[in-house]
């Protein structure tokens, strides 16, 4: 499995940004797909994850309500719609796969056995 994750950049406070996590084939079809955060300094952190039915997991505390996951299959590609953008959002963004087969959401980073390499996004006050 191979995870090619993009989109990151400089923002604005307040403004949007639109990640990219394209799969290996199938891979976003057969795997629970997250999306992780890693900001200077500190572990990384859950953000939000899609299952192979739709099932959906955010950490509610940072981003519910304003970042949304979905998935394309037919493109093999996993999305992160950022809206509101905090300068506490400021981190490298990283998509993960679980094992395929294997349908339920985890919020720790030890279950994600493939990880793309990171994506910046970088949210200026």
């Known amino acids: 499995v191979q995870l090619q994750a993009s989109g990151g950049g400089l923002v604005q406070a307040g403004g949007s940004l639109r990640l990219s996590c394209v799969a290996s084939?199938?891979?976003?079809?057969?795997?629970?797909m997250g999306w992780f955060r890693q900001a200077p300094g500190e572990e990384r952190a859950f953000v939000a994850a899609?299952?192979?039915?739709?099932?959906?997991?955010y950490d509610a505390d940072s981003v519910k309500g304003r970042f949304t996951v979905s998935r394309d299959s037919s493109k093999n590609t996993v999305y992160l719609d950022m809206n509101s953008l905090k300068p506490e959002d400021t981190a490298v963004y990283y998509c993960?796969?679980?094992?395929?087969?294997?349908?339920?959401?985890?919020?720790?980073?030890?279950?994600?056995?493939?990880w793309g390499q990171g994506t910046l996004v970088t949210v200026s006050s």
């Open positions: 084939a199938r891979t976003t079809s057969n795997n629970v």
């Open positions: 899609i299952s192979q039915s739709g099932s959906i997991a």
């Open positions: 993960a796969a679980r094992p395929a087969r294997v349908t339920v959401i985890s919020r720790s980073r030890a279950a994600y056995n493939h």
